[in-house]
């Protein structure tokens, strides 16, 4: 395939075309070159090891806090539940 590939590049180069088709094999190459950039940012100005570092807080919020069961709950009868969401009939007709 490497074969191929520069065969390819060296006939587009002989007709005067640079890089005509190989916009993925750049693509690739400059993706694995990123790879091998320095970090430019800082992640932190103090060190890890330190004991005395200033830390943020640690705090606690349950998961399931507003929870609250619903269980035993007594039934309502169920034909005052029905006539509760049932449409009412209209008086004109």
């Given at each position: 395939m490497?074969?191929?590939?520069?065969?390819?590049?060296a006939?587009?180069?002989?007709?005067g075309?640079?890089?005509?088709?190989?916009?993925?094999?750049?693509?690739?190459?400059?993706?694995?070159?990123?790879?091998?950039m320095?970090?430019?940012?800082?992640v932190?100005?103090?060190?890890?090891?330190?004991?005395?570092?200033?830390?943020?807080?640690?705090?606690?919020?349950?998961?399931?806090?507003?929870?609250?069961?619903l269980?035993?709950a007594?039934?309502a009868?169920w034909?005052?539940?029905?006539?509760?969401?049932?449409?009412?009939?209209?008086?004109d007709?």
């Open positions: 490497l074969t191929l590939s520069r065969a390819k590049f006939a587009s180069a002989a007709r075309r640079h890089f005509p088709g190989h916009w993925p094999l750049l693509a690739v190459i400059a993706l694995a070159l990123s790879g091998c320095p970090a430019t940012t800082q932190a100005a103090a060190d890890p090891a330190d004991p005395a570092a200033r830390v943020a807080p640690v705090g606690y919020r349950s998961a399931i806090a507003p929870y609250t069961s269980r035993p007594t039934p009868p034909r005052a539940r029905n006539d509760a969401v049932t449409p009412q009939p209209k008086q007709r």
